[in-house]
């Protein structure tokens, strides 16, 4: 718990009970001292028996230490469920010995007629008192709509979505779109509000006009901007590809890559860092961590919101360093701008992610480009499934990228790779899992995240404009 700062302390009445439910703490900075303190006594002679002598008593005080850190238990203590039965007496019957299984058991075990017993998963989310004052109804400025409710979500949405009025276009569809819409041109003027915003208007523009199809993860390597603007400026400079070859994409105004074969360098490859034990090592061997991980979960309760960190005397002592006052912070220039290997592959690097959507001319390797250019000059068609390539041009890439990513893993953790064998040919394959057979795959958050929200990308961003 002290490793993670934004997990809560939590203290459980019955240990042994996995029905009990725990009290948090909260973690709170400090800057205070541990001492150890002796009293002494020390008894003086008694010369009269009658008169009584005080003994004289002294105390030692010895500083063991600095406190840091301290966890505080202010919430309330929560309901206790008991895994108990009422009879028709009254008479409550404990079931602990009826539904906990501490050790293998036969079938007669799991065929018991028992009571029907439910526990709650989670009684309360906040364990502070809160007071609900009833309100009217919220006055909205004219010209305001509720959002609309389907009959699947009855509970609707808490505000209506903020438009960013993006133009989406399918692989199938006729024609596309040759500028944006009226309101992407306002809701651009209205948040262009200083020379900054301009200039990263005319470095995105540059950025188009150099090469007409971008990934939003290449735009934020390229161009330190706000992600709030970015929502605002990419529809008001491009269209985004639903489907196809350039299916997660941005595309300039007026430029179809079904039309161009030279685009299809710009096409995009899904791939995935393949783990398992038929690889020769297992999802917790792999040096890549994923997005999120359902293996640790939390209830809301035990996660408390960052807060801000005071200043104690031992970050004075330590240093501040870049996150306090006194370090060196980052120049607007490069603020919001994210590393280069979210969206180049690079021979001898690792993938931040064990998912990844590149762009064809991103992957910087040697081997892959000649893969990619094997038919130069002789494209005919542009499929959906292919795009300009040869057919299955993608599952090649796949491959060699697989055994570059596993030569490095060999080369770090040797000892993984000790007891496999090679295959009849000598070369090591791996298949590639479809985005629909991603079942190893775990997904947790890293240093720097291409997206916020959803473990894929392309549905993040669908969501993002709609």
């Given amino acids: 718990i002290y490793a993670d700062p934004a997990k809560r302390l939590e203290l459980y009445f019955r240990p042994k009970d996995p029905y009990c439910h725990p009290v948090c703490a909260n973690r709170f900075p400090t800057s205070t001292m541990l001492l150890r303190v002796r009293r002494r006594s020390k008894k003086k002679q008694q010369l009269d028996t009658e008169e009584q002598i005080q003994p004289e008593v002294q105390f030692e005080m010895e500083i063991l230490g600095i406190v840091t850190t301290v966890y505080k238990f202010q919430g309330m203590s929560d309901f206790q469920y008991l895994a108990m039965h009422s ?4 008479k409550q019957t404990s079931m602990y010995d009826k539904v906990l299984m501490l050790k293998p058991e036969k079938e007669e075990f799991f065929n018991k007629d028992l009571p029907l017993y439910i526990p709650p998963p989670i009684f309360s989310r906040l364990d502070t008192p809160v007071d609900y004052f009833y309100r009217p109804d919220i006055q909205h400025r004219e010209g ?10 009855l509970i609707g949405l ?3 979505r903020r438009p960013h009025n993006a133009i989406f276009v399918n692989f199938d569809d006729e024609e596309i779109p040759t500028k944006p819409l009226d309101a992407a041109v306002q809701n651009w003027k209205k948040v262009c509000t200083n020379p900054v915003d301009k200039k990263v208007e005319e470095e995105l523009r540059k950025l ?6 971008w990934s939003r993860n290449a735009v934020k390597a390229n161009i330190s901007v706000h992600p709030d ?3 605002v400026l990419l529809p008001y400079l491009a269209y985004y590809m639903l489907t196809g070859p350039w299916r997660s994409l941005w595309v300039r105004f007026g430029y179809d890559p079904r039309k161009q074969p030279e685009a299809k360098i710009y096409q995009v490859l899904d791939f995935r860092i393949r783990c398992g034990m038929k690889y020769g090592y297992a999802a917790t061997d792999m040096p890549v961590k994923a997005k999120r991980s359902t293996y640790n979960y939390s209830l809301p309760i035990t996660v408390k919101k960052q807060g801000s960190h005071t200043v104690s005397v031992h970050d004075l002592k330590q240093g501040l360093g870049s996150a306090g006052t006194s370090g060196a912070k980052k120049s607007p220039s490069s603020r919001y701008k ?3 290997s979210v969206y180049i592959f690079r021979e001898g690097a690792l993938p931040p992610y064990r998912q990844m959507f590149y762009q064809l001319c991103d992957l910087n390797v040697e081997s892959l480009q000649k893969i990619i250019h094997r038919n130069d000059g002789t494209e005919s068609e542009c499929t959906e499934r292919d795009g300009w390539c040869l057919a299955k041009t993608s599952d090649d890439l796949r491959d060699s990228m697989s055994l570059m990513i596993k030569q490095i893993i060999r080369s770090t953790r040797p000892a993984l790779f000790s007891n496999t064998t090679s295959s ?4 090591e394959q791996l298949a590639y899992e479809s985005g629909e057979d991603e079942d190893d795959e775990e997904e947790e958050e890293e240093d720097f995240k291409p997206s916020d929200g959803s473990e894929n990308e392309m549905e993040t961003e669908i969501l993002d404009y709609v």
């Fill in 87 to 90: 009879g028709p007496d009254g």
């Fill in 144 to 153: 305001y709509n509720n959002p609309q409710v389907s009959g699947e979500n």
């Fill in 158 to 160: 808490s505000r209506a």
């Fill in 208 to 213: 188009f006009e150099t090469r007409p199809v």
């Fill in 229 to 231: 603007k970015l929502k």
């Fill in 338 to 340: 994210l590393k280069e």
């Fill in 424 to 427: 009849e040919d000598g070369k």
